[in-house]
Nanobody
């Protein structure tokens, strides 16, 4: 049974950085072949794509975060990361880890950007 657990959220000032982590389990030895993604949902808004990474390590980003966020993965540890730099107040949201091929979501981690 696939499980995704996010961590690393918190309160940060505008211009600051945070690194989110997603610990994946239940893939057996096959985590490396699965694409993974990060989504976010702000209050009153629809959930939106933040970043995705393929099994080959190729990444794509939502327009709002291009040039500021970086997605990466460690297949030896079944982990996915989201490095967030130059954070803005509009980045405030609950961030979710996603496995698109299996349809699994994590419980989310809150990121609040405020002075």
């Amino acid at each position: 049974q696939v499980q995704l657990v996010e961590s690393g959220g918190g309160l940060v000032q505008p211009g600051g950085s945070l690194r989110l982590s997603c610990a994946a389990s239940g893939f057996g030895n096959n985590f490396r072949i699965h694409p993974m993604g990060w989504y976010r949902q702000a209050p009153g808004k629809q959930r939106e794509l933040v970043a995705q990474i393929t099994s080959a390590g190729n990444a794509n980003y939502g327009d709002a975060v291009k040039g500021r966020f970086t997605i990466s993965r460690d297949n030896a540890k079944d982990m996915v990361y989201l490095q967030m730099n130059s954070l803005k107040s509009e980045d405030t949201a609950v961030y979710y880890c996603n496995s698109p091929r299996t349809g699994n979501w994590g419980q989310g981690t809150q990121v609040t950007v405020s002075s």
